[in-house]
Each structure stands twice: as structure tokens, then as C-alpha cells.
């Protein structure tokens, strides 16, 4: 999903999919289940800022990607397309680093 949102980034419906099915379901969803249980789990500090962190890069986009109309908004402001882009390449960066 990352990849067809950054080959064609002018279209909303890729940066939305990107950010609902993948960063904020597919990942978001267990990410946010860790952090809500972090200290029962005993995570250890640095785990807990890169989930919180993962949480909120993908969070600040909630009301910029959760609706189709805000989605086309943002791929039509190159620099608000490219904020978003490198939002969700830290946190693929983030979520790569916790799952290995």
C-alpha cells in the first residue's frame, strides 16, 4: 500500500488505504492494543516511546485521511501529500524495527 501511494500520490484513494487499511487497521489496531497493555506486559521504555510514537504519527492524520473528501484535500496540497508520505515512512520504519 506504501508503495502505490508514494508511485501515485495525487490519488486519495491510495494515501487513504494506506493510512485506514494498513497503518491505522492492519498495524494501528495490535500497536494500540500493546500500548494500552504495555505496563501489565512489562514492555520495556523503548518499545513503549516507538509504539507511542508510531501512535502518533499515524493518529495526527485522523481527521485528514478518515474521510474521502479530507483524503482528496490532502493529496491535492503537494505539501501536505508529502508530510503524510513521510509520516507513514517513519512509522513503517517504526513498526519494522518493533516486529523484528
Request: net charge neutral.
Amino acid at each position: 500500500m506504501y508503495r502505490d501511494a508514494v508511485v501515485d500520490p495525487s490519488d486519495p484513494d491510495k494515501l487513504q488505504k494506506l493510512w485506514d487499511q494498513g497503518m491505522r487497521q492492519y498495524v494501528g489496531q495490535g500497536f494500540k492494543t500493546a500500548l494500552d497493555n504495555a505496563a501489565a506486559l512489562v514492555y520495556s521504555t523503548t518499545v513503549v516511546n516507538r509504539l507511542t510514537t508510531y501512535n502518533t504519527l499515524v493518529s495526527k492524520w485522523m481527521n485528514k485521511m478518515l474521510d474521502g473528501d479530507d483524503a482528496k484535500k490532502t493529496a491535492a496540497d503537494p505539501k501536505a501529500c508529502e508530510q503524510f508520505l513521510n509520516d507513514m515512512h517513519q512509522a513503517l520504519g517504526i513498526a519494522t524495527g518493533l516486529l523484528k
